[in-house]
């Protein structure tokens, strides 16, 4: 795994010289195998920036690079897990699996997300919280050099949103990836991240690159991220007022 680039000079929805972009001058390096939150306001830019990196997107100015693999694979969780309707949890995995399906591989990723007795279920009997474990699982079992998440917990419930994201955890610590991950809830930023990146709006820009300071072994303790939420609320709410 090496370090990934991504710099966006421009990035505007408009051709027009003179249209306002939504983003500009923005600059980040993913050191290999780091997790990283992105953290900004609604609307500002980050399923945009998600997509230009994912390569969906290419109407910008800018580039990203791995200095040593120029043609990287990525893995992409949307917020709409985008399942398969006609196949089964264990199919929809299967069908992404690079190469010859490694049987047990996909045990293995069903169990750690808990999903072992549903692998058999079509999408349409899961909920939306087993569904985004099939998206995650997905993403993962390609091994990808660079892993995309928008907004995983959006919509669902609290107890829920927790699990996924522990489950998450647990799963990246036994398949270390560089992860990109975008969220609203600064809670769930900090339980996972490495490093914390803040973005402001009109145009989207890094305002704040912040390392989490709690060991991995404590990012269960609520306690611990409650009381990190609130130092970086007091010392960081001046200039990003989203918080
Ligand atoms: N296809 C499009 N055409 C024109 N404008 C767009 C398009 N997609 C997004 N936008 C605009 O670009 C801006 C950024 O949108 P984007 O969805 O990337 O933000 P976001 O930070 O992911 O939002 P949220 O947090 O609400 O999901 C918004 O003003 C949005 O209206």
Request: some cysteine; hydrophobic content about 45%; charged content about 20%.
């Amino acid at each position: 795994m090496n370090d990934i680039h991504i710099s966006i000079k421009r990035k505007s929805y408009q051709d027009l010289p003179h249209a306002s972009a939504t983003i500009a001058d923005l600059d980040l390096t993913l050191s290999a195998g780091e997790f990283v939150c992105l953290v900004g306001p609604s609307g500002c830019g980050k399923t945009t920036l998600l997509n230009i990196i994912a390569g969906i997107d290419k109407d910008y100015v800018g580039s990203i690079t791995n200095t040593q693999h120029p043609a990287f694979n990525i893995g992409y969780v949307f917020q709409n897990p985008r399942l398969l309707p006609w196949c089964t949890v264990r199919k929809n995995i299967e069908l992404v699996f690079p190469g010859v399906v490694n049987g047990q591989d996909i045990d293995d990723l069903l169990a750690d997300m808990q999903l072992t007795q549903v692998q058999h279920e079509y999408p349409e009997r899961l909920s939306l919280g087993m569904a985004r474990r099939v998206a995650i699982i997905r993403a993962f079992a390609i091994n990808p050099a660079l892993l995309l998440m928008d907004e995983p917990f959006v919509s669902l419930d609290a107890a829920t949103a927790r699990q996924v994201r522990s489950l998450l955890l647990k799963l990246w610590q036994h398949r270390p990836h560089t992860v990109l991950l975008v969220t609203h809830d600064l809670r769930d930023a900090i339980a996972l991240a490495d490093k914390l990146i803040f973005l402001s709006a009109n145009p989207m820009r890094v305002i704040a690159q912040i390392p989490v300071p709690i060991a991995r072994a404590d990012r269960e303790d609520e306690a611990l991220i409650e009381a990190f939420r609130q130092q970086l609320k007091s010392e960081c709410s001046a200039f990003m007022t989203y918080l």
